[in-house]
């Protein structure tokens, strides 16, 4: 099983600053198969980024991915209110899919 | 516009099971896979397991297997996942969740609402 690490556990940051958030495999895993979902209280996750870099349909242009073999990121620039909610890194490319622990963004 | 519904929240006794539902509107069940999530109160996503409707191709991880049995009626493209044995660890949401299975590098696309499951005496 691949396991998910993901920095920081939780960021306090204000609207149009920038941040970048981290996600380890336990081993190499393939890029085309590593996803990123935001998710805010009370609801369902949303897909953001697949592949590890392409965004998702309507995903604004101030979220973007990155990343191979074992070190991928999430950066958002420019924050917007509505940007603050916890984000899910998730390596689909052999099952057992999993997914890392979560990273909070906090005002 | 694509959209998974699911049932609403359960109640249930230690020991008993539970059976959620997940029905696809706007689209059919080709070329998907319908996965399903939990989310325990304020923790992680942990994957139970998926299936391949249009095959009936199941897969689950260790941890669930013999306890979790994913289903699916092609008719009315709904997909069942069925928990036995439920302890009060099993308290979570549980999500179906889509995955275009034409491209391999799709992810979970499309979400259901969720479904509180919860396990008392």
């Known amino acids: 099983e691949i396991v998910l690490t993901q920095s920081p556990g939780t960021l306090s940051l204000s609207p149009g600053e920038k941040v970048t958030l981290s996600c380890r495999t336990s081993q190499s895993v393939s890029s085309a198969y590593l996803a990123w979902y935001q998710q805010k209280p009370g609801q369902a996750p949303r897909l953001l980024v697949y592949g590890a870099s392409n965004r998702a349909t309507g995903i604004p242009d101030r979220f973007s991915g990155s990343g191979s073999g074992t070190d991928f990121s999430l950066t958002i620039t420019r924050l917007e209110p509505e940007d603050f909610a916890v984000y899910f890194c998730h390596h689909y490319g052999t099952t057992p899919y999993t997914f890392g622990q979560g990273s909070r963004l906090e005002i | 516009q694509v959209q998974l519904v699911q049932s609403g929240a359960e109640v249930k006794k230690p020991g008993s099971s539970v059976k959620v539902s997940c029905k696809t509107s706007g689209d059919t069940f080709n070329n998907h896979a319908v996965n399903w999530v939990r989310q325990a109160p304020g923790r992680g996503l942990e994957w139970m397991g998926g299936?391949?409707?249009?095959?009936?191709?199941?897969d689950y991880p260790q941890k669930f297997r013999g306890r979790v049995t994913i289903t699916a009626d092609a008719s009315t493209s709904t997909a069942y996942m069925e928990v036995r044995g439920l302890q009060s660890d099993d308290t979570a949401v549980y999500y179906c969740?889509?995955?275009?299975?034409?491209?391999?590098?799709?992810?979970?696309?499309?979400w259901g609402q969720g479904t509180m499951v919860t396990v008392s005496s």
């Open positions: 299936i391949v409707p249009t095959v009936g191709a199941t």
């Open positions: 969740a889509r995955k275009d299975i034409s491209v391999a590098a799709y992810a979970f696309d499309v």
